[in-house]
């Protein structure tokens, strides 16, 4: 757990344990992953030959910095609830739509990364997860979605990634993804099943 939840649930305020965790005079062990502050041992028992473990978190602009701390918060208890030792927290802001997010791809190029955790896969990739996902397995490595609860119908989301890629280029990548959203929220709205 985080040193948040940690002082909640212990009845210490986050600002007191925040000090103490400063003055090292906490009387639990903690350990940093990122800018998150996690009270318990760190997750071992993944051999050195296994590779990095590296959670990856991503907003869109950066009015949304609170945002991407919740975000990178939610996967490493995810990933340590999970048993998997964190090595590396990958933050970034940059649209999805953008193929040329710098620590993106520092990610794919890296070998000694051997499993990406992510929130959703659109936080990872707006289109083409799958081929990324394929080719990260080709080499023996992994994607894990923490939350794959997505639209489960294949040519709703394609469609929809259609829509959202064609707005991009017509009004700007920020307005795309809500105007797919509608247009295909319009196109529903007349059908009676």
Not at 1 to 11: I, Q
Not at 136 to 144: C, P
Request: charged fraction near 25%; aromatic fraction near 6%; include cysteine.
């Amino acid at each position: 757990m985080n040193l948040k939840e940690w002082a909640a649930s212990t009845g210490i305020a986050y600002i007191t344990a925040r000090r103490q965790y400063a003055a090292g005079t906490l009387p639990v062990p903690t350990y940093r992953i990122g800018r998150l502050i996690m009270v318990g041992e760190p997750v071992t028992g993944v051999t050195a030959d296994a590779g990095q473990t590296v959670v990856y978190a991503r907003v869109s602009s950066a009015d949304q910095m609170a945002d991407l701390d919740r975000q990178v918060a939610r996967v490493t208890v995810w990933a340590t609830g999970q048993k998997l030792g964190v090595d590396r927290v990958v933050t970034e802001v940059g649209s999805a739509l953008n193929g040329h997010r710098k620590k993106f791809l520092a990610l794919l190029r890296d070998p000694a990364v051997t499993t990406i955790v992510v929130e959703h896969r659109d936080r990872f990739a707006r289109f083409g997860a799958e081929y990324v996902e394929a080719a990260l397995t080709a080499q023996g490595r992994r994607l894990l979605v923490v939350d794959p609860a997505e639209v489960d119908d294949d040519l709703v989301r394609d469609v929809t990634e259609i829509l959202t890629s064609l707005c991009a280029r017509l009004y700007g990548r920020r307005a795309a993804t809500n105007r797919a959203r509608r247009a295909v929220e319009a196109a529903t709205e007349g059908d009676p099943a």
